[in-house]
């Protein structure tokens, strides 16, 4: 029986052009810590080298613990003196970036729906940003982050999308089977992965990522309005 309903944010509720958010948020990024001494490719690379550790980390630690690893390893440990200078930019520079986002008022429309129809909601993001960034990206989207039950953070996660066990870990803390649970997600490679954990998936085609030009057939696919009747169908 179909109980919880698992999101992707980037892409999915939040309409965006990847290569054009990466963009405008690394140019602000590299303007907020140059002062520091933080030459700007340098430090880009860097913050590439630790994405690629968390989307390679095995559950040894956290992402956070693996992504600081890397920046000290290429800064030293002086490095983690300038912290609350990159959570500042998170809370305040970062913001500006939803400029180059997108809105869905339907998708908004179809979360308050499946709120109303009793399902649990959980934000099922790739978690590669600090607590403060994935929740400011939901409000970008027009949503209240207190609608999930659970958000994946880079502090909170040890994997990454496409290992399944990033799946796993959210069946975990929310004590639930994968039968029991469906991910929407517009990316084949990193969200319809959830389906080896047994999870029913439905592929969100709006800001479609087909990276290996699969067959998108094998998936339920559409829209919000085609999401909200599978979903009906599953509970009729």
């Known amino acids: 029986m179909l109980k919880t309903i698992l999101f992707d944010l980037d892409g999915t509720l939040l309409p965006m052009d990847q290569d054009e958010f990466i ?7 590299a303007q907020k810590v140059s002062p520091l001494g ?14 690629k550790a968390m989307v390679k980390n095995n ?20 490095a983690l003196r300038d912290r609350p200078a990159f959570d500042e930019f ?3 520079e970062f913001q500006k970036v939803a400029g180059v986002c997108g809105r869905n008022p339907v998708a908004r429309e179809a979360v308050e729906t499946l709120r109303l129809m009793g399902f649990r909601l959980a934000l ?5 940003f600090p607590e403060v960034a994935t929740r400011s990206r939901v409000r970008w989207a027009g949503l209240e ?10 502090e909170n996660s040890r994997y ?20 029991e649970c469906l991910m929407v997600g517009n990316d084949v490679g990193e969200d319809m992965t959830a389906a080896k954990l047994g999870m029913r998936v439905f592929l969100l085609t709006d800001c479609l990522i087909n990276r290996n030009g699969e067959d998108i057939s ?3 696919h559409g829209g919000f309005p085609e999401l909200l009747d599978f979903v009906r169908t599953m509970t009729a």
């Open 160 to 179: 990454c999308k496409p290992n399944s066990a990033y799946y796993g870990d959210i069946l975990t803390q929310l004590a639930c089977t994968g039968d």
């Open 145 to 154: 982050p207190e609608w999930f039950e659970y958000i994946t953070t880079y």
């Open 38 to 51: 933080y030459e700007p490719k340098e430090l880009i690379d860097t913050v590439w080298a630790g994405t």
């Open 124 to 128: 099922a993001t790739n978690p590669l």
């Open 90 to 92: 998170y809370r305040v």
């Open 218 to 220: 094998a998936y339920p």
């Open 59 to 78: 559950g040894a630690q956290s992402n956070e613990e693996a992504f600081w690893a890397v920046f000290v390893q290429r800064y030293g440990e002086e």
């Open 23 to 29: 963009r405008d948020y690394f140019q602000r990024l």
